[in-house]
């Protein structure tokens, strides 16, 4: 039997146990799950560092080598990922809508699991144990698409939770990982159709270029993060530097860092030089217009291709402008609808913002680093939805799940 098609048929059976269990039971074994993910940290950090030596060799850059590497204190946070899931409410059979026809019939809108989920991801482990957990929960089966970067990682992870879940007899096929790294394989999976009900690639333009282009399962997009953050002629500025390095340089190597800085023209003279300062103490090569290269005399000339860069590096493009209204057009032109910010004490620029940016996440006074399944409250996140069709921003447990209509009768004919 093909390979593909053997995973698939598993799903498929697994599906239909996972839609029967009840809260109490997923519950139980997400918990369970989660310790013992950390009970064999050791055996996850081992393989890990096999993924983390080869990637070092293969020149992978600093940012994707932070999203590769797991700690002790990485792995407990996936299990507490796990835990806070088993700590939501299960939406599933979640009565969204309910009304009664004139003709007697009473119809209920109600919460159900999508079946079996795809997902395509890239170098980062942590992906598979938040994909378990938040397929798990909604009573989906998931297959897995790890990056070979980061290969005998997610290998450990899922053999962890397979492990666990045949102690709980519940089917260890609610997880299954594709381990051929052909990318003839990759390809034939996002063709799956007649298995797997939905495909989310999590990763790079590229990726979610080839699976967009390819599939033929429903895709939901997970974008890449152009993030901007634009620094408004009424902003306090002893509030935004703080902001900027936290969101630049937190952690360089994640979707909702930000790439870009915009900066009114009229504050430029006080503003630039400190930030300037305060990025070249962090290590970031700043890339500017003719303006701020003028007041940050070791920033390089940006170009067009600068400012639509998701660097995922110790970089970022900056440029100044004259109003908020050319912030949101420059932001609509070059982001890649992820997450946005803007700085200022002015309610009505800050209410211009909010409307004009055409993003899933729109920030006044803080970090794009909050768009974040965690941060939002959701638990673990499947990824961060830039499309507008079914899901937008942070993906939780209700962004898995679809709906179906109950309709009771008693006897009517049409």
Do not use: W
Not at 34 to 51: F, G, P, S
Not at 175 to 200: E, G, W
Not at 266 to 280: S, T
Not at 376 to 396: D, N, V, Y
């Amino acid at each position: 039997m093909d390979y593909l098609e053997m995973l698939g048929q598993k799903a498929a059976a697994a599906k239909y146990e996972l839609q029967k269990l009840t809260t109490l039971v997923k519950n139980d074994a997400l918990q369970k799950t989660a310790d013992a993910l950390v009970k064999e940290t050791q055996r996850i950090l081992t393989a890990n560092e096999k993924d983390y030596v080869i990637a070092k060799q293969n020149g992978m850059t600093e940012g994707l080598l932070d999203r590769l590497k797991l700690t002790p204190e990485r792995v407990e946070g996936m299990a507490e990922g796990l835990r806070q899931i088993a700590e939501l409410d299960d939406p599933v059979g979640e009565i969204i809508e309910s009304f009664d026809r004139p003709n007697g019939l009473h119809i209920d809108k109600v919460r159900v699991p999508m079946g079996v989920i795809g997902i395509i991801y890239e170098a980062r482990p942590n992906v598979t144990a938040d994909a378990f957990g938040l397929c798990f929960k909604t009573g989906n089966a998931v297959i897995l698409k790890g990056g070979k970067d980061a290969f005998y990682s997610n290998e450990a992870i899922t053999e962890v939770i397979r492990e666990t879940l045949t102690q709980s007899q519940i089917s260890a096929d609610a997880i299954q990982l594709i381990t051929d790294n052909d990318r003839a394989v990759t390809t034939a999976f996002m063709q799956l159709k007649q298995y797997v009900d939905v495909l989310i690639p999590r990763g790079g333009a590229g990726l979610i270029r080839a699976v967009v282009e390819n599939s033929t399962i429903p895709v939901i997009e997970t974008g890449t993060g152009n993030c901007h953050i634009y620094v408004d002629e009424d902003a306090d500025l002893e509030k935004a530097i703080p902001i900027i390095l936290n969101a630049k340089t937190q952690r360089i190597g994640v979707c909702n860092a930000c790439e870009s800085l915009l900066v009114h023209e009229k504050i430029a003279d006080r503003f630039l030089p400190a930030l300037g300062k305060a990025l070249r103490e962090n290590n970031v090569e700043m890339r500017g217009d003719e303006r701020v290269r003028a007041l940050i005399p070791d920033a390089v000339e940006a170009t067009q291709e600068d400012y639509g860069a998701e660097y995922l590096d110790y970089i970022i493009s900056m440029k100044t402008v004259v109003s908020v209204e050319e912030a949101i057009a420059h932001i609509n032109r070059y982001n890649t609808r992820h997450s946005d910010a803007i700085l200022t004490d002015n309610k009505e620029h800050a209410a211009k913002f909010l409307q004009g940016v055409d993003s899933a996440c729109v920030y006044v006074n803080a970090s794009t680093r909050f768009t974040d399944g965690f941060e939002f409250g959701f638990g673990a996140e499947i990824g961060i939805s830039t499309q507008k069709l079914h899901a937008r921003g942070p993906m939780g447990l209700k962004e898995l799940t679809t709906y179906k209509y109950l309709i009771k009768g008693s006897g009517q004919i049409r």
